[in-house]
T-cell receptor, first 108, second 116 residues
Framework: EDKVVQSPLSLVVHEGDTVTLNCSYE??????LLWYKQEKKAPTFLFML????IEKKSGRLSSILDKKELFSILNITATQTGDSAIYLC????????FGAGTTVTVRA | DTAVSQTPKYLVTQMGNDKSIKCEQN?????MYWYKQDSKKFLKIMFS???????INETVPNRFSPKSPDKAHLNLHINSLELGDSAVYFC???????????????FGPGTRLTVL
């Protein structure tokens, strides 16, 4: 069965800190890996990664994929309280399989 | 202008009842999905429809029946509700891609179902 594992499950940081979230996966027909941010309601799309070693960046968020070691990381630099959310990793192998998420709490 | 909308937002009902959740997308996407997010926040796919045709049906009790009257709508009907059905149900849609598999998915706001 396909598996997507995120770590840590939760973390608490202070504003200005940098956080690194991990996502490892085992799927049969990998096509892409996606990161979502979920605040109170629906998950919102952050990044889609298909190629190893190419960093995707959006403001203070960045992500990279390693298809050989089967993992991805999501970095958030200079965290703000608005970054508090659950961050979900999903792997596309003709359907999306989600990890359990990492709950990030940023304290002022 | 709402892209993926769901009704109702909240649903509280008794065990044994039958209920429906509706989903509509105005993005012109071909593929729509239903996900269940339990109390541990695990988001799990239930069904996927492409152009009104069922393409993914995960291991879901047959009390759950999706219906797609057209490619902009995917409704979820649940019979004989049980306590374990309490969760947030998300509808999503995705545009067509090469190879037919989903990439970016756009989620609705969710329907919080509570079964008493």
């Amino acid at each position: 069965e396909d598996k997507v594992v995120q770590s840590p499950l939760s973390l608490v940081v202070h504003e200005g800190d940098t956080v690194t979230l991990n996502c490892s996966y085992e799927v049969t027909n990998f096509r892409s890996l996606l990161w979502y941010k979920q605040e109170k309601k629906a998950p919102t799309f952050l990044f889609m990664l298909t190629s190893s070693g190419i960093e995707k960046k959006s403001g203070r968020l960045s992500s990279i994929l390693d298809k050989k070691e089967l993992f991805s990381i999501l970095n958030i630099t200079a965290t703000q309280t608005g970054d508090s959310a659950i961050y979900l990793c999903a792997v596309n192998d003709y359907k999306l399989s989600f990890g359990a998420g990492t709950t990030v709490t940023v304290r002022a | 202008d709402t892209a993926v909308s769901q009704t109702p937002k909240y649903l509280v009902t008794q065990m044994g009842n039958d209920k429906s959740i509706k989903c509509e997308q105005n993005l012109g996407h071909d593929t729509m999905y239903w996900y269940k997010q339990d109390s541990k926040k695990f988001l799990k796919i239930m069904f996927s429809y492409n152009n009104k045709e069922l393409i993914i049906n995960e291991t879901v009790p047959n009390r759950f029946s999706p219906k797609s009257p057209d490619k902009a709508h995917l409704n979820l009907h649940i019979n004989s509700l049980e306590l374990g059905d309490s969760a947030v149900y998300f509808c999503a849609s995705s545009p067509p891609t090469r190879g037919g598999s989903p990439d970016t998915q756009y989620f609705g706001p969710g329907t919080r179902l509570t079964v008493l």
